[in-house]
Every structure is written in structure tokens, then in C-alpha cells.
């Protein structure tokens, strides 16, 4: 009889990995562990019974003491420019503990050095290898829902407010990014050294709200503005002026059609899940009634 893996999941109360949890949990077949920054975020998960420990990145005396026991370990940071700091704290402290094999969510792998941010995902990537872990790199394209929610979202009433103009971006559902990480945790040897890229529909933003307009039976519209326009209001909610640089160039790019590959759709998705992944118009009639105004 196998014994089962204890796995570690980091940002366990955000939208991709409270799904992997979920999705964890679901197939069973291991140990899952919902790490959280403070015990009110534990809360949530106690009625689930599921296992929480205390891990902030911030705080680095709360590493070693998560990390005992685990064996497979989800790592992703939060938007700043301090998830380099934040990931090779947490990696060395994997290191001492045991951890075999780290699953690490990425960004686009698009064919360019000018996105400072996708540089730093390949830069932990690049580590997570040097340390010697077993590892599974995911890069996802877009989210689905930041256009519309849960939580931050572009879609204001029935208007999608974007920064990218006419380029077409590929998308995926954070939900399917999430039945990947599960997978890859789950099946660490089968997809031990891999780079996973992660994006399933191409679609412009006029495109989008076309397919809600269809779907909601209500007219939604794409309104493109400018990118000073996005890092103005980033930076005045308090966001990582870093961070928010990238993005603010990754849109400039975008307008100028300067992302190689920015629409690039994947045949990986089926394979690793057994089902196909979520289109646009798929994910607008789950979230129909949510959509409706």
C-alpha cells in the first residue's frame, strides 16, 4: 500500500489555490495542508476539515515550522515585486525539510525579455532547479476572472474596461489552472520536470463581451483605455509600483502587437485532466446569473 503524500498549498485562501485545495481534497489520495497567513484565515477551512498551518512569507520563523512533514508543496507569490525574496525564502526552507517536489505558478512564457515580471517567475523556476527539487513549472496566460470576479475584476456594470486595445489575449479559467496543480501534485513523477504552459482560448476583449452579450442576454461592451490610465489607478489603490510597471508595460506591448505568441492556445489540457478546458463561452453560462444586471 502507497502512502499518501502530505501536501502543502500556499495562498490557500485565494482563487487558485482555495480551488486546489478543493480539487485536492476531492480526489483524496493524499494529505492536504491549507497554508494561511494568520489563524482568522484559518477559519474557513475548519468546517471543511481541512488542516491548516500558519506560513507567511514575511515572517520567516513561520516557514520551518509548516514545512515539517510535507512532501509536495505548491508555491505561488502575491504581486509584488517582493515574490523573488518571498520564493527563495521559502525555497531554502523547503531544502532543509524534506519537500521533494515543488509545483510553482507561474506566468506567460511568451517569447520576450521586456516584461520584467514573467522574467522573475523564470528566475525562481531556475532556482526551484538549482536546490535539486523534483519540480512541475505552470505558466498560465490570462484569467478569466479578472474580467469578472470573483473579487478584482475589469467588468464594471456591463462594461469590460481593458488597457490592450484590439490585442487578442489567450485565457484561461482559474478553476482548470487549479485541476492542473492538483494533478501535477498528485502525479508529481509523471510530470517531474516539465514546463506546463496554460492557455485554451483566444479571444480579444470585443470578443468577450460579445460572447457575455450572447450568453446574459444583455448587451456588455469592451472599452479600451490607456495604459497610464491603469498604472494611475494601480498605484493610487496602494499596489506594487514595481509589479505594476511590468503590467503597465506588458499592455504597451500588447497594443503595439509586440508579445510574440500573446494568442497562443495549448492541446495539453485534456490530457492531464481527462476533460477539456473551459472556453469563454462555457465559463459565461457558469457564471450567468452573476453576470446578469
Not at 40 to 50: L, N, P, R, S, V
Not at 58 to 64: I, S, V, Y
Request: charged share 20%; hydrophobic share 40%; aromatic share 10%.
Amino acid at each position: 500500500m502507497s502512502i499518501q503524500p502530505t501536501i502543502l498549498v500556499l495562498g490557500a485562501t485565494g482563487k487558485v489555490g482555495n480551488e486546489t485545495v478543493r480539487q485536492l481534497k476531492a480526489i483524496g489520495d493524499s494529505r492536504v495542508i491549507a497554508a494561511v497567513r494568520s489563524p482568522e484565515k484559518a477559519t474557513q477551512f475548519k468546517d471543511q476539515g481541512i488542516e491548516t498551518v500558519i506560513l507567511d512569507l514575511d515572517n520567516p520563523e513561520t516557514l520551518l515550522p509548516a514545512l515539517q512533514g510535507v512532501d509536495r508543496a505548491l508555491l505561488l507569490a502575491g504581486y509584488s515585486v517582493d515574490m523573488l525574496r518571498q520564493s527563495k525564502r521559502f525555497i531554502d526552507a523547503a531544502s532543509t525539510t524534506g519537500v521533494r517536489h515543488i509545483v510553482h505558478i507561474g506566468a506567460s512564457g511568451a517569447p520576450t525579455n521586456e516584461v520584467a515580471h514573467w522574467g522573475w517567475h523564470q528566475l525562481i523556476e531556475a532556482y526551484i532547479e538549482r536546490k535539486g527539487f523534483s519540480y512541475t513549472h505552470l505558466r498560465p496566460e490570462a484569467f478569466m476572472q479578472n474580467v469578472t470576479g470573483p473579487g478584482y475584476r475589469w467588468l464594471d456594470g456591463n462594461v469590460i474596461r481593458h488597457y490592450v486595445g484590439n490585442a487578442r489575449w489567450s485565457w484561461i479559467d482559474c478553476n482548470d489552472l487549479a485541476l492542473v496543480a492538483a494533478h501535477a501534485l498528485l502525479e508529481a513523477d509523471k510530470y517531474a520536470g516539465q514546463i506546463i504552459p496554460l492557455g485554451y482560448d483566444a479571444k480579444t476583449f470585443d470578443e468577450i463581451a460579445q460572447i457575455l452579450s450572447e450568453v446574459v442576454g444583455k448587451p456588455f461592451y469592451a472599452e479600451a483605455r490607456s495604459p497610464e490610465e491603469f498604472l494611475e489607478n494601480a498605484l493610487k489603490a496602494g499596489a506594487d509600483e514595481a509589479y505594476m510597471t511590468c503590467v503597465y508595460t506588458q499592455f504597451k506591448l500588447n497594443i503595439a502587437g509586440a508579445i510574440p505568441n500573446a494568442d497562443a492556445t495549448f492541446d495539453n489540457f485534456e490530457a492531464i485532466t481527462g476533460r477539456k478546458a473551459t472556453t469563454w463561452r462555457e465559463f459565461a453560462q457558469r457564471y450567468k446569473q452573476e453576470l446578469d444586471y
